[in-house]
């Protein structure tokens, strides 16, 4: 009979979900969130029997599809612009139903990364003012991922979530410390608000002490080839830092989600191997953007942070070459960076590594987004270097530095910056002009219109000239915006062989 019928068809729908673990509705979605708003479509999604229709009531309207042969089902709702709230119901003929309430149209993005991510709004500077201050922001919704699971195989929902979506209030975002919610994150979507006013879902998807092989798929590590012995994450599974099981259990069940774009703070695993990182790290985000489904766009915005100062014992090159090699992304279309070089944090009490200064980290953030995704008019880069030319060689040595017109604002500022009483001179540098002796040699700077005039007495000839290159930088350069110069090293110290493979 067609009672009968329905019974069997719910029962076999209960088995699937209890047998395979999925949900009715994927679990990377709920009551409170965000979905992307018009020009996009936002997606729908999750797992039920083969051959079920499923039903989604959306503002009086039905929209319905069928399940494919894998039990997966999703729904392309209208583009919808900013608002809300909403409610939703979804359905099946199994008999499962999932009703969502208080749900905003806007503007969707992952934050991902290591621990400097993962470093919540309770560890940062003025953490009970910033909490408190949350309430005022509940149009911006928060969800984190859970550290519960590495995956070999790409999965299809989240084996852990630490928090589900909620208003952003005091609660959701002053969690426990390296739980939620995510000080970077955090601060760049509430600034990002501020200058936009529109709904914001922000989701924290990131895991403390991890490559950037753990993040990528099998198909981007594919692209940057290299000596195993000099870049290979030499773990075992179910590890963190086996290659690409992060992106298996913690990226890829977001694939299907309509969203706007990803900002990414992560590298300091990956100090000592910057050529390599300058391949993989730009695959990652070429490989991203393809692999991202719903209705999003395949050159959405990708904005990261190059790595703070930390104290570090052994060579002074370490973090330079790894910021150096950071900025190789920057040769894909929507791409910005967030130079955080200016603020180092040597008494953290968790750890040097980890600056508590992350309000500026999720402002500087927020200007390329604001340009670049948002066509702001406004300045969201510092000086960036082009090339140097030598005015008088050694041994009265006389460098000029040349930078991108789009990166000097209303002009150049030189400050007075010295080396934290913390540190060790040693552990600094500023401004240096090389020699061909193999030294370099402090120099002293001054502005000449859009240039930097660098001098220094050398013995031997002019080879090349570098900024901010230690593992403790000495910011002394910005733009009348206040926005910090990037450090540089002429000539380039990455090797551009692994770039190559990569079609940037």
């Not at 944090?345 to 340009?371: C, E, M, W």
Request: charged share 15%; net charge neutral; aromatic share 12%.
């Amino acid at each position: 009979t067609q009672s009968t019928g329905k019974l069997l068809i719910l029962l076999v729908a209960t088995l699937f979900s209890v047998a395979f673990g999925l949900d009715f509705l994927s679990n990377t979605l709920g009551s409170h969130m965000v979905l992307q708003r018009a020009p996009q479509r936002a997606n729908l999604w999750g797992f039920t029997t083969a051959g079920v229709r499923v039903e989604v009531i959306f503002r009086t309207l039905s929209y319905s599809t069928i399940a494919n042969a894998k039990g997966e089902w999703n729904v392309f709702l209208p583009p919808t612009p900013a608002g809300g709230p909403y409610t939703i119901r979804v359905l099946s003929d199994a008999g499962e139903s999932v009703f969502l309430e208080d749900i905003l149209f806007g503007d969707v993005y992952i934050c991902s990364g290591q621990s400097n991510m993962q470093f919540t709004v309770r560890e940062a500077f003025n953490s009970t003012a910033e909490i408190a201050a949350a309430a005022n922001y509940d149009q911006i919704r928060v969800m984190t991922v859970g550290q519960g699971t590495t995956s070999l195989t790409p999965e299809p929902e989240l084996a852990s979530i630490e928090q589900k979506w909620a208003v952003a209030s005091p609660s959701s975002i002053g969690g426990p410390d390296w739980g939620y919610f995510s000080a970077t994150c955090w601060f760049f979507g509430r600034d990002l608000y501020d200058a936009i006013r529109v709904p914001l879902g922000l989701i924290s998807s990131n895991w403390g002490g991890t490559y950037v092989q753990a993040w990528s798929s099998p198909e981007a590590l594919a692209k940057c080839p290299a000596d195993e012995k000099s870049v290979s994450v030499t773990v075992k599974a179910p590890s963190p830092n086996t290659p690409s099981v992060l992106w298996n259990a913690m990226i890829v069940p977001f694939l299907p989600m309509s969203i706007t774009g990803a900002t990414w703070y992560q590298g300091e695993n990956n100090a000592g191997q910057p050529d390599y990182y300058a391949c993989a790290f730009p695959a990652m985000i070429v490989d991203w953007r393809l692999k991202w489904g719903g209705d999003t766009p395949k050159d959405f915005g990708f904005y990261f942070v190059q790595l703070a100062p930390w104290i570090i014992n052994g060579s002074q090159s370490i973090e330079a070459n790894i910021r150096l090699a950071q900025l190789y992304a920057l040769k894909l279309p929507k791409v910005g960076v967030a130079i955080s070089m200016d603020f180092g944090d040597p008494t953290s009490p968790f750890n040097n590594i980890h600056p508590r200064y992350k309000q500026i980290v999720g402002f500087r953030l927020s200007l390329p987004a604001r340009a670049l995704t948002y066509g702001q008019k406004i300045q969201y880069e510092g000086p960036f270097a082009t090339n140097f030319l030598i005015v008088s060689d050694g041994p009265n040595a006389v460098v000029a530095v040349n930078f991108e017109p789009s990166s000097l604002g209303s002009g150049l500022v030189l400050t007075d910056a010295r080396c934290a009483s913390d540190l060790t001179p040693d552990q600094c540098a500023g401004f240096e002009i090389g020699s061909s002796t193999g030294t370099w040699l402090t120099a002293t700077v001054s502005i000449d219109g859009n240039r930097i005039l660098a001098k220094a007495t050398i013995t031997g000839r002019v080879v090349g000239v570098r900024y901010g290159w230690a593992n403790y930088p000495i910011a002394t350069l910005y733009n009348r915006e206040g926005l910090p110069a990037v450090p540089f090293a002429f000539p380039n110290t990455i090797k551009p062989t692994l770039v190559k493979h990569l079609k940037i």
